[in-house]
């Protein structure tokens, strides 16, 4: 069975946090070679990814990309910040008496202070439990398309070797006629080479 290096492989989720999605390529090498491109919030999958990568994988060069965006779920499981909240409504209060003739604040503004949106806890076991899931996804289907790309491989190359037998098939009985023509041709040189040195001024 030939093995194809190449391949494509890619699967997401959504978390607390937000989306993660992780795509794998893969090409021809003669040695396994892996390189990561991970959001520097989840760097610390980094070692897993690549043991789990090296478990299933014996050859080619495969990218590996994780990659991270807040929201969806994570943007759905923001909250108020209470002391946030009450901290920036006195200081609102504060600046007002300072400045009586300045605008109040707009809802958008509160919305943007510095923590007033508390972001979910970070779970970074669950993420990375997440992760490898992932990781377990793509390189079951990596693997399952370079086993299809083997296969179609396999199948050009027997297809390649079949019609070189029938070339062969075809020119083996022309092979004796061939032999017997070009020792026919070499006796005949052979004799006028040695006519020639028996009378070397002919």
Same mark, same amino acid.
């Given at each position: 069975m030939i093995h194809s290096m190449t391949g494509y492989a890619v699967a997401s989720a959504d978390t607390a946090r937000g989306a993660l999605a992780l795509e794998l390529r893969s090409v !021809?090498? @003669?040695?396994?070679?892996?390189?990561?491109? &991970?959001?520097? $919030?989840?760097?610390?999958? $980094?070692?897993?990814?690549?043991?789990? &990568?090296?478990?299933? &994988?014996?050859?080619?060069?495969?990218?590996?990309?994780?990659?991270? *965006?807040?929201?969806?779920?994570?943007?759905?499981?923001?909250?108020? !910040?209470?002391?946030?909240?009450?901290?920036?409504?006195?200081l609102a209060d504060d600046a007002g008496r300072a400045f009586p003739e300045a605008a109040p604040l707009r809802v958008a503004d509160v919305l943007r202070w510095p923590g007033v949106l508390a972001e979910p806890a970070a779970d970074d076991e669950g993420t990375r439990a997440v992760v490898l899931r992932l990781a377990e996804?793509?390189?079951? $289907? #990596?693997? *399952?398309?370079?086993?299809?790309?083997? $296969?179609?491989?396999?199948?050009?190359?027997?297809?390649?070797?079949?019609?070189? @037998?029938?070339? #062969?098939?075809q020119v083996a009985p022309l092979l004796p006629e061939a032999v017997a023509l070009h020792r026919a041709r070499l006796s005949e040189r052979l004799r006028e080479v040695g006519s020639g040195v028996n009378h070397p001024y002919k």
């Amino acid at each position: 069975m030939i093995h194809s290096m190449t391949g494509y492989a890619v699967a997401s989720a959504d978390t607390a946090r937000g989306a993660l999605a992780l795509e794998l390529r893969s090409v !021809n090498s @003669r040695f396994l070679d892996v390189q990561f491109r &991970i959001s520097e $919030e989840l760097r610390a999958a $980094e070692p897993a990814l690549r043991e789990r &990568i090296a478990a299933r &994988i014996a050859r080619g060069k495969v990218d590996c990309r994780l990659a991270f *965006a807040a929201g969806g779920a994570a943007t759905a499981a923001r909250a108020l !910040n209470d002391e946030a909240l009450a901290s920036l409504k006195r200081l609102a209060d504060d600046a007002g008496r300072a400045f009586p003739e300045a605008a109040p604040l707009r809802v958008a503004d509160v919305l943007r202070w510095p923590g007033v949106l508390a972001e979910p806890a970070a779970d970074d076991e669950g993420t990375r439990a997440v992760v490898l899931r992932l990781a377990e996804r793509a390189l079951e $289907e #990596l693997c *399952a398309t370079r086993a299809r790309e083997g $296969e179609k491989l396999a199948a050009s190359v027997a297809a390649r070797v079949a019609q070189m @037998r029938q070339r #062969l098939a075809q020119v083996a009985p022309l092979l004796p006629e061939a032999v017997a023509l070009h020792r026919a041709r070499l006796s005949e040189r052979l004799r006028e080479v040695g006519s020639g040195v028996n009378h070397p001024y002919k």
